[in-house]
C-alpha cells in the first residue's frame, strides 16, 4: 500500500486512519501486527477561548501526527471516543458527559472490537485529565484479563521537554491552559487561530486549582489527594496561563509531544508486556484429602 495525500480532517496518511481503509485493508495491517490507537477525549466547557472539542481535537491529531512518523511498526488510530467522563464541568452549557460506568463499558466494547478482530495489541491515547484515572482502572481489568490494551495521557512521554517551553506562570498541563491553548493555534490556522489569539489575550492567570472555593491552601495537591476540580457556573472556565500562549511556542510544544508520542508507540509496540493470570505453584492452595 502507497501513502496518499492526508484525507481530509486527518493529520496522517490515510494507510494510518482506520476509518479511511476498507475491511480488507484493516485485514492487512492486522496481519503485519500493526498497533492500534484509540484516542479518547472529551467535549466540555473550556472557557471562552477554546471550542467545547479541544481534548479529542488535541488527542486525535497528536496521535495521528505521531503515527505517520513510525515507519515500523505500521500505526492505525481509530475513530476517537469524543465523550468523556465531564461530570465536573456540567454548570456549563457545551459539556456532554457519559456516566461513569458507560464511559467505561463504551470503552471497553472498542477496545474488545479491536482484539476480536485479530489485533495483537492497542493503546488509548487521553486528552482529556478526567478520563486518566478510569482509563487505568479499566486497562488493569483488561490485562489481567489476558488482553494487551494500554493507555497513555499524549501530553505525557513528552512532558520534560515540552513544559520547558512554557512561557506563563502555571509550569504544568491545566485545562484551556497555556498548553491547550498554543497546541490548538499551532494546529489551525486563518480565522480559528485569530479568533483563539484575540479571545485569550489578557486573560489573568488562574493558578490555583478549581477544586478550592477560596484562599491559597490546597490540602489536595499539597497532599497528593483525589478531588476534582469543580468548574461550576461562576468560575471563569479555565486552570492555567491561556493569555501567554502563542503560536512560535506552540510549534515547538506540538513537536516535543509529537515526536515524543512516537517513539512511545514504538517502545510500547516492542516491549515484551505481561498479561493475564498464572496460578503460582509456591502459592497455588492444594486439594483436600478426601
Given at each position: 500500500m502507497t501513502d496518499a495525500p492526508f484525507p481530509l480532517g486527518h493529520f496522517a496518511p490515510r494507510m494510518n486512519v482506520w476509518a479511511e481503509l476498507t475491511r480488507a485493508e484493516i485485514t492487512q495491517a492486522r496481519d503485519v501486527r500493526a498497533l492500534v490507537v484509540i484516542p479518547t477525549g472529551a467535549t466540555e466547557q473550556h472557557g471562552d477561548h477554546l471550542a467545547t472539542g479541544t481534548d479529542s481535537f488535541l488527542a486525535t491529531a497528536v496521535a495521528e501526527l505521531a503515527a505517520a512518523r513510525v515507519s515500523s511498526p505500521r500505526i492505525l488510530v481509530t475513530p476517537p471516543v469524543s465523550v468523556g467522563f465531564s461530570p465536573h464541568h456540567?454548570?456549563?452549557?457545551?459539556?456532554?458527559?457519559?456516566?461513569?460506568?458507560?464511559?467505561?463499558?463504551?470503552?471497553?466494547?472498542?477496545?474488545?472490537?479491536?482484539?476480536?478482530?485479530?489485533?495483537?495489541?492497542?493503546?488509548?491515547?487521553?486528552?482529556?485529565?478526567?478520563?486518566?484515572?478510569?482509563?487505568?482502572?479499566?486497562?488493569?481489568?483488561?490485562?489481567?484479563?489476558?488482553?494487551?490494551?494500554?493507555?497513555?495521557?499524549?501530553?505525557?512521554?513528552?512532558?520534560?521537554?515540552?513544559?520547558?517551553?512554557?512561557d506563563g506562570q502555571l509550569a504544568v498541563a491545566g485545562h484551556a491552559c497555556e498548553y491547550e491553548t498554543a497546541l490548538t493555534m499551532a494546529l489551525t490556522t486563518g480565522a480559528n487561530r485569530a479568533r483563539i489569539k484575540d479571545a485569550s489575550a489578557g486573560l489573568p492567570p488562574r493558578l490555583v486549582q478549581p477544586w478550592m472555593r477560596s484562599g491559597d491552601t490546597d490540602p489536595i495537591s499539597a497532599h497528593g489527594a483525589g478531588w476534582p476540580p469543580i468548574f461550576q457556573s461562576d468560575d471563569c472556565g479555565y486552570w492555567g496561563d491561556p493569555s501567554a500562549a502563542s503560536l512560535e511556542v506552540g510549534e515547538a510544544m506540538l513537536e516535543a509531544t509529537v515526536s515524543a508520542l512516537a517513539r512511545f508507540y514504538v517502545d510500547f509496540a516492542q516491549a515484551d508486556l505481561r498479561v493475564g493470570l498464572s496460578a503460582n505453584p509456591n502459592t497455588a492452595r492444594h486439594a483436600p484429602k478426601v
Open positions: 456540567l454548570s456549563w452549557a457545551g459539556t456532554l458527559s457519559l456516566r461513569l460506568d458507560t464511559y467505561l463499558s463504551v470503552l471497553r466494547d472498542v477496545a474488545m472490537s479491536v482484539i476480536a478482530t485479530g489485533f495483537h495489541r492497542a493503546v488509548f491515547v487521553n486528552g482529556h485529565g478526567g478520563n486518566s484515572a478510569p482509563l487505568r482502572a479499566l486497562c488493569g481489568e483488561l490485562v489481567t484479563d489476558g488482553h494487551a490494551v494500554g493507555m497513555v495521557d499524549y501530553f505525557a512521554p513528552g512532558h520534560v521537554g515540552w513544559s520547558a517551553l512554557l
